[in-house]
């Protein structure tokens, strides 16, 4: 039977990088800030995890997610692309190719949001504007919840967040074991069609016929 957790106690390159992390604030992916370890957890805060994956038909750069909270704290999440040590590497002929990142941070409980998504391009970091809807999720004191996989595709510059709880588990076990035994809550967000600023995604699509549409459109 699964158990709670929460019983324990209580130069351009340069300027992209700097531009970042001014944006963000903070990062974390696979858990580098002790800021937001779960090694040991406190039943006042909430444990959030979920993955970062970047579909990439050539080389992976680094994708880029930026959270907030409601009292305006900002983290970002990486793909690990960009020269870290991704934890999700797809070769084909798995599908889709690419390679992504596990996250699991514990949090003060309360509302939070993704607010943009970024591609790296080596010399310059292309972000997105805010999406038409509220992507919001909220932390839950003492309860551990699945957000869902943080998608982003540079072929086509539009990202999506999915259910993909049954695949990801495993690898976030993997990576945290303090979430072994631990009672996750599916609460997979589900994000689509979330384009860059003129993306050539949607040429393509139009070209090929098939209007906007696709599985992150």
Known sequence: MRKSIFNSRLPSLAVAIFALAVLAGCTTAGQKSMKYSIAEADPTKGIVIGTVFERAAFTPHGAYFYLESSDNKRIMLESGG??????????????????????AMQLPPGKYKVTRWALDYGRRIKVSEGFKQPVEFDV???????????????????????????????????????????????????????????????DILERLGHGQTCDLC
């Open 82 to 103: 960009g020269g870290g040590k991704p934890a999700i590497v797809n070769q084909p002929p798995e599908v889709p190719k690419g390679v992504g990142s596990t996250f």
């Open 140 to 202: 839950v004191a003492g309860q551990v919840s699945y957000i869902g996989r943080l998608d982003a595709s540079r072929f086509l510059e539009v990202a999506g967040i999915r259910d993909n709880y049954a695949e990801d588990l495993p690898v976030l076990k993997s990576k945290h074991p303090t979430l072994e035994s631990a009672e996750i809550v599916n609460r997979s967000m589900h994000v689509r069609g979330w384009w860059l600023p003129n993306p050539t995604g949607k």
